[in-house]
């Protein structure tokens, strides 16, 4: 009975979110976070390294300008998602990167995909301008936090003209619609009526005004909307930004 505050309510992202959205079998699946560049430690969610070690091992031995490398990489990874994942966290300006989960079923045909599910630092308003986030995925001594993952995978993609071709027209179709600036702020705007009548009371119940930094949490509703305000003219420049680091 007591008023406990605002809730955003989600699925846990491992083997049974995979299950649900894409009908694969739970206990036959491959689940890896992570990936670092550095000492090649994998943290294996579900499943084995095994599969995920021949997509490297390939990787690192052949070149993708080839067209029949690149056929054969394309026959282990699913490209529009991984054109797809890597696009997301390119627009929103995602500097923490190396939150990266990547899955494939044990079953003839299927490929490795990713899932997108940590994008706290996304559209923050002190990186999203600074960092050219084209560069830091491709950058060969690593991505994410102290550049602690590694970019194989889409660097060696990027390697192949047709894919780079296909990443690009891609991305430009997304700038032009889901992306664009217009829709991006009529999204923002629905988000922020949903709640807003909501926030004074959140802000009563976890007031933070002796301690202002924890969980960057707004100690006012004054300052809720200062924050509103600056993830909208974040918004309305993201577009523009990213072409003009495109």
């Known amino acids: 009975g007591e008023y ?25 699946v491959d689940l890896i976070k992570g990936g670092n560049y550095k000492d090649t430690s994998y943290n294996v969610l579900e499943g084995t390294i095994d599969e995920y070690q021949k997509l490297v091992t390939f990787l690192k031995e052949n070149s993708l300008k080839n067209e029949d490398n690149y056929k054969k990489a394309c026959q282990m990874v699913d490209v529009d998602e991984l054109i797809n994942y890597w696009i997301c966290v390119i627009f929103f300006s995602n500097t923490d990167s190396g939150n990266i989960k990547y899955y494939k079923e044990n079953k003839e045909g299927a490929k490795w995909r990713w899932l997108l599910y940590d994008i706290d630092w996304g559209l923050w308003a002190s990186t999203y301008w600074e960092y050219n ?15 602690s993952f590694s970019t194989l995978v889409l660097r060696s993609f990027m390697k192949n003209e047709g894919f780079k071709e296909q990443f690009l027209t891609t991305f430009g179709k997304y700038l032009n619609t889901v992306f664009s600036t217009e829709n991006m702020l009529k999204l923002y705007d629905k988000m922020i009526a949903e709640i807003a009548d909501e926030m004074k009371y959140q802000i009563e119940r976890w007031n933070y005004q002796d301690d202002v930094d924890k969980l960057s949490a707004p100690y006012s509703y004054a300052s809720w909307e200062r924050n509103v305000n600056t993830l909208r003219s974040v918004i309305s420049e993201k577009r523009e930004q990213t072409i003009t680091h495109m």
């Open 4 to 28: 406990f505050g605002l809730y955003d309510l989600r699925e846990r992202i491992n083997e049974d979110y995979i299950a649900n959205h894409t009908g694969a079998d739970p206990d036959n």
């Open 133 to 147: 986030m084209f560069e830091e995925v491709t950058n060969p001594e690593g991505h994410g936090v102290g550049n």
